[in-house]
């Protein structure tokens, strides 16, 4: 058991890595990790590895809003954040931005554990009729987003625009599949957040290091829910459920908003694995690992990785607190111009490292659409179709 507890530290101290680290995701570390499983069973239990691999994930689901608020390097599951993350920067509250993050985290591993059993009894002929229902599903979303936009033929050639970048980047040979998203949502959301930041010559305000007024009830479930969903249905990832989050919460806080976020984001991560148990069916990187590990899934199994859960979440809490004030009082001690600068430089580079000379290319056009959403004055989510569009196409096909 002391042997599985350190596996489980070790995955946590990787998530907090890849939480961190903008371009790398969970998936390579377990790529990584699969290619040397011979060895390391060799050497360790099934039980050590899968241990680590589980930690690792939910700890990244934590972490990894600190970079997407904080310098706008979003991963696929924290994308939407780095809107109103970035508004509550420049307000001195990214602390708070990440806070109501991890708040959502925290409800979300509770209300998922809690629910599981309920999960088990219906989640059979749920899975079965959501492959129908979802393109209809994220069509609508779409549709509504345009009539909810005060200039809709804008957010329309925004939506098109992305869309059509989607199609080209998801559906092509341009870059390999496992980094074609980063050089993607970089550009329409961080990239384009900083140019237009650096055109009004912000400066980042002193932030402030304070707890978070109010309960989240709403956000904490309807980010449980999210997350659940995405998790566990095939078709629909975390981000295309962020969306419809977006949608409900138009007109509401964007405290509540961050606090689902969060919730989607670890929601998701621990149902991809209880998938495993609760239909037999991986959904996710990390879950396609363990069920390679572990082979078969017992309810003994099951209550293991529960407990890895709720000890990760645990110790994510205070080390995505920790790591955010020590990344906070960096920050306002930074010019915002050359940080901005040098963010954009630092990006340029990773993303010439993972994708070549073409990732630099989709990431230039993926900003020129989200600078083209900054200038008609559209909301930025409309940049989600991205995503959206491939997903609804290749389940009407």
Known sequence: MLEILAFALIGMLLGIFTGLTPGIHVNTVVILIISSLPILLEHFSAYDVAALIISMSVMHTFVDFIPSILIGAPNEDSVLSVLPGHRLLLQGR?????????????????????????????LPSLYSSTREVLPYLLTCALIYTVYSERKRIPALLVIAYSGILGVIVL??????????????????????????????????????????????????????????????????????????????????????????????????AIYALFALYLIGNPRSGASIAVEHIMREFTPLDCLLMISIVLLTAFFATFATLALARIFVRKIQEIDYGKFSRATLLFLAVLIFALTGAEGLLVAVTATSIGLMAHQFGTRKSDCMAVLIVPTILYFLH
């Open 171 to 268: 559906n092509s040979n341009i870059l390999p599949l496992k980094y074609a998203l980063f050089p993607t949502l970089t550009g329409l959301f961080g990239m384009s957040t900083l140019l237009t930041s650096m055109a009004m010559q912000p400066k980042i305000p002193k932030q402030e290091i304070q707890q978070s007024e109010g309960h989240y009830p709403g956000g904490i479930l309807i980010g449980s829910l999210g997350g659940m969903l995405t998790g566990l249905l095939p078709s629909i990832g975390s981000s295309q459920s962020a969306f419809i989050i977006q949608n409900a919460f138009k007109n509401r806080n964007e405290k509540s908003f961050l606090v689902a976020l969060g919730g989607v984001n670890t929601s998701d």
């Open 94 to 122: 990214a602390y708070e931005a990440i806070q109501l993050t991890v708040i959502g985290g925290v409800g979300a591993t509770v209300v998922s554990v809690a629910t599981l059993p309920v999960w088990i009894k219906i």
